[in-house]
């Protein structure tokens, strides 16, 4: 049961949060060009837009990325209490949130939905999140030396919401034979463009790199971020074809930063840069290279890779009779 108190405390800290947000905007928010109008929006909000903790977090969400046209800028409320660290003063984990992140990486199979040999020795990787190598590296090198022998893959964003870069920079590092001369992948500024990270191919995978077989990128519109990343990169470094809907469009790496306790603003102080097009997918998504429904997509991109697999020149005749039925039972 929720006590006066508890909705006075509340109260109290919803007042806070929308204090501490202008000026985190003004000291980090990767567009310094509109923060006034963001602070100006947010200036004139309450504590009574919502009833429950959540639903005002939402509220306040709306008018932060109504007014600044950025989906990852968002309110977060916790039912829990956060510990009151500084991502900017302080970016390494506690060990409470070290525990945290273990187990729900654990809970969701480290972002891996599912690795599957398909009819006609097509792989599909399906990613539901990309986790930070240091936690889920060995998973995703294992789900990759699992599909090593596949004739074609599929890679299956559409319910992906994104995460670690430094994931994204692995997996695309099994598609480039990189050792002697690394494939530039993105770079990520900060602060106004004075510090710049750069991320390349690496020049080792554990277990064998997927060269020389095509690849296709499923997505909806509901791919976002890191997720958006990797079909990003391999569209314009024509490494593979993308397949499905435009994605939702958020480029911009975040930190979340405590407010109260309780509510955490996820902000954005940073954007991608692809070294190829000079820009990113922020506001307009990753334009598929085949264009069709989310539901549709599974089925366009599995008939084109056994099309490929069926002209391949090492495919085996077993394989090939393989892909032949698999393709005629599609229609």
């Known amino acids: ?24 905007l003004r000291d ?21 837009l919502a009833d429950s903790s959540g639903e005002w977090a939402g509220a306040v969400t709306s008018v932060l990325q109504s007014s600044s046209g950025d989906l990852h800028l968002r309110l ?23 525990a945290e992140y273990r187990q729900l990486f654990r809970d969701d199979a480290h972002g891996i939905g599912a690795v599957e040999r398909l009819p ?37 964003l559409r319910t992906s919401r994104g995460g670690s870069p430094e994931a994204v920079q692995l997996l695309c590092s099994y598609f480039f034979d990189s050792l ?11 602060d106004g463009g004075d510090r710049r990270h750069q991320y390349w191919t690496l020049p080792w995978t554990p277990g064998p790199r997927y060269l020389d077989r095509t690849v296709y990128v499923l997505t909806s519109a509901r791919t976002f971020s890191a997720a958006e990343e990797l079909a990003y990169n391999l569209k314009a470094l024509g490494r593979a074809t993308v397949v499905g809907e435009q994605t939702r469009g958020g480029a911009h790496p975040s930190s979340r930063v405590p407010l109260t306790p309780h509510y955490a603003l996820n902000l954005p102080h940073a954007r991608s ?39 391949g020149t090492g495919t085996s005749d077993a394989v090939r009779v393989e892909a032949q039925e698999a393709l005629a039972a599609l229609g």
Do not use: C, K
């Not at 980090?28 to 009574?48: K, Q, S």
């Not at 990613?127 to 030396?145: C, H, I």
């Open 1 to 24: 049961m929720t006590t006066p108190t508890d909705q006075s405390d509340d109260r109290a800290a919803r007042s806070t949060a929308l204090g501490a947000i202008a000026p985190l």
């Open 28 to 48: 980090h928010y990767v567009f310094p060009a509109v923060v006034e109008r963001v602070a100006a929006a947010v200036a004139g909000l309450g504590t009574d």
């Open 76 to 98: 977060h409320h916790s039912p829990t209490a956060m510990e009151m660290t500084d991502p900017f003063e302080d970016s390494s984990f506690t060990p409470t949130e070290l």
């Open 120 to 156: 006609g020795n097509v792989g599909l990787l399906r990613m539901r999140g990309f986790v930070a190598p240091a936690f889920g590296g060995d998973r995703l090198a294992a789900a990759m030396t699992l599909l090593a022998d596949t004739d074609a893959l599929l890679i299956d």
């Open 180 to 190: 002697e001369d690394p494939v530039h992948l993105n770079d990520i500024v900060e």
């Open 273 to 311: 840069v692809n070294p190829i097009t000079g820009t990113n997918w922020e506001g307009v998504g990753v334009e598929p290279d085949v264009a069709t429904t989310e539901p549709d997509a599974f089925d366009v991109a599995l008939r084109a890779a056994l099309g490929d697999v069926m002209s």
